[in-house]
Every structure is written in structure tokens, then in C-alpha cells.
């Protein structure tokens, strides 16, 4: 009999987390015959294929390695899910540490679930040896701020929801709606759960594993990852535009006020009114989050810069997705196109500090 369970991942240019990764993943107090682990590389150009296949070699569990010509992790996993044996899917990225229970408790619930749940998923910390700086950034995240309308924010109790990050899924239930859209370079979990709710699928969360994610280490890392989040939400709304919600359009719509408040300085005095009544409404809940959140000023400081990347590079790539049609960066990933998103972003990034 094969494995239960299959761990997919895939991969590309990850040597310096994989040999933090793959011990937690090998070490699963879980029976090592009922799951394997498939890492599918998308073209790596650094040591990441050896390392798979040095722990290949030691490994009591199966560890399989696929190559994908596509490059993306959205391709990548899809061929894995294909070569999968197990009934079950896990999920995961390169650079994520796991809970040594974490299939234990997933698989243990999943099993007690009717066919219509289609995952169980759980919640993510921040590792132990997190810089300052990204322990700042997951308070920032998980905060209602910051995280509000997002699997960031992690309830205390088993729960069903829209969506969940680092899931278990049911392997035929990822066939039934076609797997991952690889079109998708962030966000893939999210609109695979959409399309899971549209078949009448239900996703359960739970607070007793978790998965340990190192955030972005600075502030344009940061900028970069929230400005594709915001253009993926623009994707995904297109594509389902029965998820709209008006609290998507907050951070988009917070950039506007700002510009059309500064253009308006130009023509009328009222606007300066508006401008700084705007601007302490938008900062109060800020500052309360940071002085509540913050272990000292420093940190709240940090956070505070940290707030406003958020919510402006997020904004951003909505607007960009809305005005742009930011279609040729995805589908491309050519140099011009990398190097002007940097460009673009490094500016953005300069005015704000």
C-alpha cells in the first residue's frame, strides 16, 4: 500500500532554507510509510536540486524529485499533485518550517471529515531566529491593521472558513476543480479555495499545528511582496468578481484620497483641512496598533514604516492591476519587466522615508 499522505513543494534557487526545511519535514511524528515528500525544481541555478538529492539518498521517507520546465510554483505544483500517490495533498513552499505533529493533526481531522470538506489547514507562525525586523512584520500581519480580510489573521478555535493557508487537501477534490491556476505568481491558495467553495466544498481551520514562515527582511522586500498581493487580488477578482468585498479596495482607495487631497492644496485651502483630518483618521489606528503590538519604541517605530508599506504597496499593485492590465509581468517575467517593478518600487519606497 502506498502513501497516505503527499507532501508537494515546489522549488526554485531555495539552497539556503532547504537544509533548514527538509529536517523538519523527514522528522514528522508520523508513520514514514504512509507519506512521501515530492519537490519539483523549477530550473534552479544554485545547489538546490543536490541538497534534494543528498537527503534523497539518507532519508528513511520517500523523497522524490520532478523537474518543471515552467519554472512558476503554480506549474510546479500541479506536477506534483499529478504524480502523487497519496489520497491526501500537502501544500507547501521551499522556505517554510513545519510543526513535527503537523500531518498528525491535519490527516487525524481530514479522516474525521465527510467528503464534502475538502482541507484542513492551520495556522503560521514566525521561526525562533526571526531578525527584529520580521518579527516586527508578523505583528504587523497578524494584526487587524495590517491582516484584516486575510488568512493572517488566526483564530483560537477549530473553525470552518473561505480560506486557509498550508492546507491538507483531499486529492480528488484539487482534480474535481482543476488544481492550481498557474497563471497566478501569488495567491495561488487563495483562488484554488475560491473555486473549492464554488463546488460546494467546505475548509476547516485549526490552531493546534502550525507551519513557521520567515516574513520579508526588509522594507523593499516587503514593498514587493504586498505589491504583487494587491495585483493578485485584482486577478482574482476578475476572475471571481463575487468575492469583491469593499474592504479590498481600502489601501487603493487610501493612495487616491492622499493624491487628490495634495492636487486640491493647489486650488483650495479647505483641502489642507481634509488632507490632515484624513491623514489622522488613517494614522490613529496605526499608532494605537503599534503602541499596543510594539515591545518598545524602536519596534513601534519600525511598524509603523511598516504599516504604510503595506497598505501603499498593496494599493499600488491593485491600482496597477485595475489601470495597467498588469498582464505582461506575469506572464513574461522578462528582465525589463523585473527590472522596472524593482525601479518602481525602490522609488515608491524612497518617498516614502
Given at each position: 500500500?502506498?502513501?497516505?499522505?503527499?507532501?508537494?513543494?515546489?522549488?526554485?534557487?531555495?539552497?539556503?532554507?532547504?537544509?533548514?526545511?527538509?529536517?523538519?519535514?523527514?522528522?514528522?511524528?508520523?508513520?514514514?510509510?504512509?507519506?512521501?515528500?515530492?519537490?519539483?525544481?523549477?530550473?534552479?541555478?544554485?545547489?538546490?536540486?543536490?541538497?534534494?538529492?543528498?537527503?534523497?539518498?539518507?532519508?528513511?521517507?520517500?523523497?522524490?524529485?520532478?523537474?518543471?520546465?515552467?519554472?512558476?510554483?503554480?506549474?510546479?505544483?500541479?506536477?506534483?499533485?499529478?504524480?502523487?500517490?497519496?489520497?491526501?495533498?500537502?501544500?507547501?513552499?521551499?522556505?517554510?518550517?513545519?510543526?513535527?505533529?503537523?500531518?498528525?493533526?491535519?490527516?487525524?481531522?481530514?479522516?474525521?471529515?465527510?467528503?464534502?470538506?475538502?482541507?484542513?489547514?492551520?495556522?503560521?507562525?514566525?521561526?525562533?531566529?526571526?531578525?527584529?525586523?520580521?518579527?516586527?512584520?508578523?505583528?504587523?500581519?497578524?494584526?487587524?491593521?495590517?491582516?484584516?480580510?486575510?488568512?493572517?489573521?488566526?483564530?483560537?478555535?477549530?473553525?470552518?472558513?473561505?480560506?486557509?493557508?498550508?492546507?491538507?487537501?483531499?486529492?480528488?477534490?484539487?482534480?474535481?476543480?482543476?488544481?492550481?491556476?498557474?497563471?497566478?505568481?501569488?495567491?495561488?491558495?487563495?483562488?484554488?479555495?475560491?473555486?473549492?467553495?464554488?463546488?460546494?466544498?467546505?475548509?476547516?481551520?485549526?490552531?493546534?499545528?502550525?507551519?513557521?514562515?520567515?516574513?520579508?527582511?526588509?522594507?523593499?522586500?516587503?514593498?514587493?511582496?504586498?505589491?504583487?498581493?494587491?495585483?493578485?487580488?485584482?486577478?482574482?477578482?476578475?476572475?471571481?468578481?463575487?468575492?469583491?468585498?469593499?474592504?479590498?479596495?481600502?489601501?487603493?482607495?487610501?493612495?487616491?484620497?492622499?493624491?487628490?487631497?495634495?492636487?486640491?492644496?493647489?486650488?483650495?485651502?479647505?483641502?489642507k483641512q481634509i488632507l490632515f483630518?484624513?491623514?489622522?483618521?488613517?494614522?490613529?489606528p496605526i499608532i494605537y496598533s503599534?503602541?499596543?503590538?510594539?515591545?518598545?519604541?524602536?519596534?513601534?517605530?519600525?511598524?509603523?514604516?511598516?504599516?504604510?508599506?503595506?497598505?501603499?504597496?498593496?494599493?499600488?499593485?491593485?491600482?496597477?492591476?485595475?489601470?495597467?492590465?498588469?498582464?505582461?509581468?506575469?506572464?513574461?517575467?522578462?528582465?525589463?519587466?523585473?527590472?522596472?517593478?524593482?525601479?518602481?518600487?525602490?522609488?515608491?519606497?524612497?518617498?516614502?522615508?
Amino acid at each position: 500500500m502506498g502513501a497516505k499522505v503527499s507532501i508537494v513543494i515546489a522549488v526554485r534557487n531555495e539552497e539556503n532554507n532547504l537544509p533548514r526545511v527538509i529536517p523538519t519535514l523527514v522528522k514528522q511524528h508520523y508513520p514514514v510509510k504512509d507519506f512521501e515528500i515530492i519537490f519539483i525544481d523549477g530550473k534552479s541555478k544554485d545547489n538546490t536540486r543536490e541538497i534534494i538529492k543528498e537527503w534523497k539518498k539518507k532519508s528513511k521517507v520517500k523523497i522524490t524529485l520532478l523537474d518543471n520546465p515552467h519554472k512558476d510554483s503554480g506549474s510546479g505544483r500541479n506536477i506534483g499533485i499529478n504524480a502523487a500517490k497519496g489520497k491526501y495533498i500537502m501544500q507547501l513552499s521551499g522556505h517554510t518550517l513545519v510543526d513535527n505533529n503537523l500531518l498528525k493533526v491535519l490527516v487525524t481531522k481530514l479522516d474525521k471529515q465527510p467528503e464534502e470538506v475538502a482541507g484542513v489547514g492551520c495556522r503560521h507562525k514566525d521561526p525562533a531566529d526571526s531578525t527584529s525586523f520580521q518579527k516586527a512584520v508578523g505583528k504587523i500581519l497578524y494584526s487587524k491593521v495590517g491582516g484584516v480580510g486575510t488568512s493572517q489573521q488566526q483564530g483560537t478555535d477549530d473553525i470552518f472558513v473561505d480560506s486557509v493557508s498550508f492546507t491538507c487537501y483531499r486529492k480528488k477534490a484539487l482534480l474535481d476543480v482543476g488544481l492550481n491556476d498557474s497563471k497566478f505568481k501569488i495567491g495561488q491558495d487563495a483562488e484554488l479555495n475560491i473555486r473549492l467553495r464554488k463546488k460546494g466544498y467546505k475548509l476547516l481551520y485549526t490552531p493546534q499545528t502550525y507551519v513557521e514562515q520567515y516574513k520579508r527582511p526588509s522594507y523593499t522586500g516587503l514593498a514587493k511582496q504586498m505589491f504583487w498581493y494587491g495585483y493578485s487580488r485584482h486577478k482574482m477578482l476578475r476572475k471571481h468578481p463575487r468575492q469583491f468585498k469593499l474592504l479590498y479596495l481600502a489601501p487603493s482607495a487610501l493612495i487616491l484620497f492622499f493624491i487628490a487631497s495634495l492636487i486640491l492644496i493647489q486650488f483650495t485651502t479647505w483641502a489642507k483641512q481634509i488632507l490632515f483630518v484624513g491623514g489622522l483618521a488613517y494614522s490613529a489606528p496605526i499608532i494605537y496598533s503599534c503602541t499596543k503590538l510594539g515591545e518598545d519604541t524602536n519596534e513601534g517605530a519600525v511598524m509603523f514604516i511598516g504599516y504604510l508599506v503595506v497598505h501603499f504597496s498593496y494599493g499600488l499593485g491593485f491600482l496597477f492591476g485595475i489601470i495597467l492590465k498588469f498582464e505582461f509581468f506575469l506572464k513574461a517575467r522578462t528582465k525589463f519587466s523585473d527590472c522596472l517593478t524593482d525601479n518602481f518600487l525602490s522609488i515608491i519606497f524612497f518617498a516614502i522615508n
